[in-house]
């Protein structure tokens, strides 16, 4: 290396940080750091006019505490420091420079000899060169300097500092007094002092300084890697946030479109309302325009013969004129048009429900515990927890955090769930599924996606097992001649039977057992329990198609059966309102409680065929056209919705669909007649199941009812038998 460039880095090296000149008595604080003593005194002093106790370092800013003294001089001197300072004295000429060590004069010194270890000035060096056990010395001379020869000056021997010891140099280390000593001062003020030779002590304070320099660097490594991880969280918090604005801007610009949307639609509904008005008052115009020339067509005509006053014309006309002017007074005149008064009402003004959370939960690290522990049931309370950690996934909870939980039912539905907040970063979710199939779980913490949102859980269907059947052929007691209809009592569990052709209604108990008939003239074809607990009988060929019947047998009343002409079935809702399917003019009709008033009548659009079972449920009506081999749904108002299954024998097709029923688990029940088999529905016509095999073998299902405890009962046209199934869960 150039010796200049050299010094030059030696300069910098040697810089006071506070002065940025050479370091002059450089003194040392605990944090390592070395400054210009006059520097640090200046810089505390400093401090103390600010009635500050500490400074800071200037180059790692730690702080420490001001000495008491006026003077840091009792801090350690800089030993590196001292040395560069003695080697830039070599090279800087306004530096005070070295003076000679071998002579009394105090000669600057011209060269230095590094076997003596001495600064020589001019005169010494003559005699130095002189004296022949010298001259083979390697002398120096300050203004030749090489390179090496800087660096062999900075690693010099150091000297004992001594009295009468200055030639001596420091080759032992006190162990006991813990400092540098020469030869002469193990004699003299060491002495039985334990001691080790310099190189030795240096060495094992090096492995001690080497492995607390490995921990700093390990913990350099430590920190630098927090450094890097802070960078990235806050690279990473400036995108979310950003993305967050950005986020709450497209709100924002969409709400501003739909509004805009909303405006343009709201003006074209006013033009609307504009156009249609002035219609009626133009059209009104011209109709009152036109009475007013006929009326004055007549009055000038009539006006003219009766100015003319020639009497024949008067007697020809007469006739014609009475009777025209008869007309024109006579004829309905058009009233004004008064428009509607058109106001713009506000329901419900722009409420923008939205905040900004700031929070440690990071939905990423989020995470729901119990969502697929065990298979959820049909109806039965289930639930799963959601846990809310920071970034380094330590649970924890933000009060703040906003958690949406959405259950979708196979239909796409929202179930309704509840949300058990516990304030300590865990959110219970407690749900009871209504209807078995696949459900989908989404989950939001502060709009994000929780981690595996959503996921599917399978809801297992309440399924129904044969129990046991009863009934046969017959005319006897419990044996049918034909098992056209019939219904279970809420309130007692009796099963009432339409026998049609042995023309009486039998009366069992909930396992079958005769309890009681009811004699009829004509053929029933159909009965239902009132909430009273009475039996309401549908006898088409007779007088009076409507009768009543308390459950022990007795006649009660007959109802006003004018609005039917040839019932077919009878249902009664949830509130206690009469549904009868009429097969003469293929109506549904609806009537009162009492029966007395029509209420409701409404047929399937484009549709020839007669109605066989109608039900009311959760705000629909639910038809079977056993001849259409379809289930024809409609609206609490008798508006035509859709069609459920066709013709055929797969799954949620029918052939000859008869009786319905709806389950406590909401499933629609179909008679499923000429494929042998009942088929199970939701609500909105979905296919579920089906219930077939040897128990539905050469049968003809016509009727299904459901007692209190949820059995299902389904009566077999065919073979004149009824068969009970109970609810159970296949595991």
């Not at 002398?139 to 001596?168: G, T």
């Not at 039900?615 to 508006?639: E, P, R």
């Amino acid at each position: 290396m150039d010796v200049q460039l050299l010094f030059k880095n030696l300069k910098k090296e040697a810089e006071c940080p506070l002065c940025k000149e050479t370091v002059k008595n450089p003194k040392t604080l605990p944090c390592l750091h070395s400054f210009c003593l006059e520097c640090l005194d200046r810089h505390a002093n400093l401090s103390r006019r600010e009635l500050k106790a500490t400074i800071k370092c200037p180059v790692c800013q730690t702080s420490f505490q001001i000495s008491e003294t006026d003077t840091f001089e009792n801090l350690p001197s800089s030993f590196h420091l001292n040395r560069l300072a003695d080697v830039l004295a070599l090279e800087d000429g306004s530096v005070q420079s070295q003076r000679c060590n071998n002579c009394d004069e105090n000669n600057t010194a011209t060269c230095y000899c590094f076997v003596c270890q001495n600064f020589l000035c001019a005169s010494c060096f003559e005699a130095h060169q002189r004296f022949k056990a010298l001259r083979g010395h390697r002398n120096v001379l300050i203004d030749k300097l090489q390179a090496q020869d800087v660096q062999d000056f900075i690693h010099r021997p150091v000297m004992c500092s001594q009295k009468y010891h200055e030639d001596q140099p420091l080759e032992f280390y006190c162990v006991d007094c813990k400092v540098l000593i020469c030869h002469k001062c193990t004699v003299v003020s060491h002495n039985r002092h334990s001691m080790t030779e310099t190189q030795k002590a240096a060495q094992e304070q090096k492995t001690q300084i080497t492995a607390a320099v490995a921990k700093v660097k390990a913990e350099i490594v430590r920190y630098e890697s927090k450094i890097k991880k802070q960078t990235d969280l806050r690279n990473k918090s400036k995108i979310e946030i950003l993305n967050e604005e950005k986020k709450m801007t497209d709100t924002v610009e969409k709400l501003i479109r739909d509004l805009r949307e909303h405006e343009r639609k709201m003006k074209d509904k006013f033009r609307e309302i504009y156009e249609a008005e002035q219609k009626h008052h133009a059209t009104r115009l011209e109709n009152f325009e036109l009475v007013v020339t006929q009326l004055k067509s007549c009055f000038e005509r009539c006006q003219s013969i009766l100015d003319r006053n020639f009497n024949v014309e008067i007697l020809q006309t007469n006739h014609a004129i009475l009777g025209r002017c008869n007309e024109l007074l006579n004829v309905r005149k058009p009233d004004l048009y008064g428009s509607p008064h058109v106001h713009y009402l506000v329901e419900k003004k722009l409420d923008l429900m939205d905040r900004v959370v700031v929070t440690k939960t990071d939905p990423s690290k989020c995470l729901a515990e119990g969502q697929d522990s065990e298979e959820v049931k049909e109806r039965k309370e289930t639930y799963f927890v959601i846990v809310t950690k920071d970034s380094e996934e330590f649970q924890c909870y933000q009060q703040d955090d906003k958690i949406e939980v959405d259950i979708l039912t196979p239909e796409g539905d929202q179930r309704e769930r509840d949300i058990k907040d516990t304030k300590d970063g865990k959110y219970t979710v407690t749900y009871t599924p209504q209807v078995a199939g696949q459900h989908r779980v989404e989950i939001l913490v502060n709009g994000q996606p929780l981690t595996g949102s959503p996921w599917i859980v399978q809801v297992h269907q309440q399924q129904y097992q044969f129990a046991f059947q009863f009934g046969s052929k017959g005319k006897g007691q419990g044996e049918f001649g034909c098992i056209l209809d019939m219904d279970v009592s809420d309130k007692t569990g009796t099963i009432a039977v339409a026998d049609v052709r042995n023309k009486r209604i039998q009366l069992l108990s909930a396992e079958g057992k005769f309890r009681n008939e009811i004699k009829l003239h004509g053929r029933p074809c159909s009965v239902a329990f009132t909430d009273s607990g009475d039996l309401l009988t549908l006898v088409p060929e007779s007088d009076s198609k409507l009768r009543v019947f308390s459950e022990e047998g007795h006649f009660i009343k007959h109802i006003n059966d004018k609005h039917l002409h040839k019932p077919d079935r009878l249902s009664i809702d949830s509130y206690g309102r009469i549904i009868i399917t009429d097969w003469s003019d293929k109506k549904i009709k609806v009537l009162s409680p009492d029966g007395n008033d029509l209420l409701q009548s409404f047929s399937a659009p484009d549709c020839d065929k007669s109605p066989d079972c109608a039900i009311y449920h959760q705000n629909k009506f639910f038809v079977s056209y056993f001849l259409a081999n379809c289930v024809k749904v409609f609206d609490k108002t008798g508006v035509y919705l859709h069609d459920i299954g066709c013709k055929g024998s797969n799954d949620g097709h029918f052939d000859y669909p008869l009786g319905l029923v709806i389950d406590k688990y909401n499933r629609l029940i179909v008679c499923d007649a000429g494929n042998h088999r009942l088929q199970l529905f939701t609500l909105s016509g979905k296919f579920l199941s089906k219930i077939d095999g040897q128990n539905f073998k050469n049968r003809f299902p016509s009727t299904v009812a459901i007692n209190s405890g949820g059995s299902l009962i389904v009566g077999d046209y065919g073979n004149s038998r009824i068969s009970v199934f109970h609810i159970f869960l296949p595991y």
